[in-house]
């Protein structure tokens, strides 16, 4: 069970991570704090699930009295196309009674609406069941709060997809082979031989698809499309999207992107970082629209990319994806015990420099990217 909170402290809970910025009367409250990933979580037997990651922030400081008290209470693990459920815990503390409505979100969709009236002193405590339906990349899910027909409190939660996996186990006269396969075209092989496995008998290969690859549970583009070792990581990868003019579309690490016209099947939009806009982009409606941020007067990073698929007079519809700082992965790059030993066209592969102890418990990988259990 995770708990989310608009009036207390953030808390982290095993088995994964939930935190949330915390948003009242418009104000945010939460300080920013660097993106925390887990990368892979693998135990034999586990299917296709997700799990929640901080977007964002810190605890908000304690709310002074009159207050209303929110909090999402997850009930479940999301896993694809089955219903999660979250309880819905408000306290109505404002001396009133109030009318509220509740939405949730997930990636800028309403999934789930309900208005509640409650009285000065009262409660509402319920559970809530959707389906997900998520997609590729990194949903956001919002729990959203009004209060007289304005935002009044929001918990936002990052989702991250877990892949599905295969185990096959192969015993040899030295020792079993054990697979562990992913749809993402990841693998992980280890030879073990009584307790443990000897350096190089453990290998993880991944391989890439058209111009991206998967490694160690992050999605990343190609830089060169023949080489695996200049990377984009893919931090944000929205599909079928949709802006009205003058509305402005949040990314992640403060950028923004505003629709100013449709003209003629062409289209103005404007990127902002901070609240600083950063460039203005005018462009036809079936081009993709790339932003590339200048670091110096030789260097510039593919920040957004975004894909126009249909228009009308006031509203686009389109595809996004938003890349982190590149990233070089070379022969000899150290992964705790593992090393990188070759990069192809199309796959990276690491093997074990020291040997690995296998034992009863969880074995944790490259310093938490890859946990098995044996």
């Known amino acids: ?25 418009g104000k945010k409250l939460s300080k920013s704090l660097p993106i925390l990933f887990i990368m892979l ?21 304690s709310q002074p009295e009159p207050a209303t008290r929110f909090y999402a209470v997850n009930e479940s693990e999301i896993f694809y196309g089955k219903p999660v459920s979250y309880r819905i815990i408000l306290e109505n503390q404002e001396g009133k009674t ?29 559970t809530i069941s959707f389906i997900p339906g998520l997609t590729d990349g990194y949903p956001r899910l919002e729990f959203l709060l009004y209060k007289d ?40 092989e280890l030879k073990i031989l009584g307790d443990g496995v ?18 160690l549970g992050e999605k990343y583009e190609k830089i060169l499309p023949t080489m695996v070792n200049f990377l984009y990581p893919v931090i944000l990868d929205l599909k079928d999207e949709k802006l009205k003019i003058n ?5 992640l690490k403060g950028y ?25 982009i005018r462009a036809a409606g079936n081009s993709p629209i790339v932003y590339w941020k200048e670091i110096d007067d030789y260097k510039k990073y593919k920040i957004i990319m975004i894909n126009p698929k249909q228009m009308s007079q006031d509203e686009l519809v389109f595809d996004i994806i938003q890349y982190g700082d590149k990233k070089v ?42 946990k098995i259990s044996i």
């Open 41 to 61: 979580s693998v135990i034999g037997g586990i299917g296709a699930g997700f799990a929640l990651i901080k977007l964002a922030g810190e605890g908000a400081q």
């Open 149 to 188: 027909n304005e935002i009044y409190k929001t918990l936002i939660s990052q989702v991250i997809p877990r892949h599905n996996l295969t185990v096959t186990r192969t015993p040899q006269k030295n020792g079993d082979v054990i697979l562990y396969r992913f749809d993402t075209g990841e693998q992980l």
């Open 329 to 370: 992965i070379m022969v000899g790059d150290k992964y705790e015990e593992f090393q990188v030993t070759d990069i192809a066209n199309n796959s990276i592969t690491l093997k074990n420099t020291l040997p690995i102890k296998i034992g009863t418990e969880e074995v944790s990988l490259m310093d938490g990217k890859i």
């Open 198 to 215: 000897k350096p190089e008998d453990a290998i993880y290969t991944t391989s890439g698809q058209e111009n991206q690859i998967i490694f």
């Open 247 to 251: 509305e402005t579309f949040k990314l």
């Open 1 to 25: 069970m995770k708990l989310v909170s608009g009036c207390c402290s953030t808390k982290s809970m095993v088995l994964y991570i939930q935190v949330i910025n915390i948003y009242h009367g």
């Open 98 to 126: 109030i009318d509220y409505e509740m939405k949730v979100r997930l990636s800028g969709k309403d999934i789930y609406n309900k208005s509640i009236r409650l009285g000065s002193g009262s409660s509402f405590n319920q």
């Open 256 to 280: 923004t992107v505003t629709l100013e016209k449709i003209t003629n099947q062409s289209l103005q939009l404007s990127i902002s970082e901070n609240n600083r806009t950063v460039r203005d």
